[in-house]
C-alpha cells in the first residue's frame, strides 16, 4: 500500500517477466526500456506545478505540429504483446497515465494498443481505426471518452464512458488494458485520478485476433484545423510473462 493508503499491485520479478517502460525524462528525452518509441511531434518536459494533479505529476508533453491534418503520434518499431492461441501462450497487463492538455474542434485521439507498428494516416478517424483496444474520441461527435475495439475490419465498437469521462483538458486518467494468456476476452479499466470515477468492462467481441501482435499506441491529431493538438503522458509499461 502506497503512502497515500491507495493500494497496487506487486511488482512482478523482472527476471522472470518481461517488461517494457516508457518513462519521463527532461528537454526531448523519453526514457525507454525493453521497447523503442518513435514520437512525430515536439517532445517536451514541462516544468512541475502545485496548480493540479496534471501540473504535478512528472511527465513529458507531445506537441503537434500547427498545421492541418498533424499528428502527435507516439508508437514503438516493435511488436509488444498478443492475445495467444495456445495454453500458456500470450497475455499482458498494459498501463498508461495521459492527461490532454490542448484540443482543437476537429481531429481524433487514441490510447491504448494497435496492430501496426507504422505510422498511421495522418488524417485517421476513429471510425476507420482497426485491429485495436483502449480509448478515444472524435472530436465535433463525442463529448465523452469511448472505449475502442476493433478486429481487422470495418468500422470500431464504441462504448461511451459515460458522464464521469467528458473530453476535456486538465484531467488525469490511468488505462489499463489486460488479458490472460490464450484469452478469450480483454478488460479495460480506467480510472479518473481527479474525481475517483472508474470504467471497467470486459470485451469478448470484435477483438484483434489471438495471432494479431500490439504495439502500445498514443495518438491524436488536428483535423482540418490549422493549430496544434497536445498530450501529457507520465509512462507507459507493458508487461507479459514471457
Sequence with gaps: MRPSGRDFPLQPHFGVNRIANWSPSVSTTITT??????????????????????????????????????????????????????????GWTFVTRISLTTLQTTGMGFFGLYGSTAALATTLTLATAVTCIGIGFQRGTHTRWQMVTNDASGAPTLTDMGASFAIATGGVLTLFIAAPPNGSSVWVRVVDEVSGAVFEQEITADLPANTQFLSPRLFMNTGATAAAVAYDCAGAYLETDY
Design 33 to 90: 526500456e525493453g521497447l523503442p518509441i518513435t514520437s512525430v511531434g515536439t517532445v517536451s518536459h514541462p516544468t512541475l506545478a502545485s496548480t493540479n494533479l496534471a501540473a504535478s505529476m512528472r511527465r513529458w508533453r507531445l506537441t503537434s505540429a500547427a498545421v492541418a491534418d498533424s499528428v502527435a503520434d507516439q508508437r514503438s518499431a516493435g511488436w509488444a504483446c498478443w492475445r495467444g492461441n495456445a495454453a500458456g501462450l500470450g
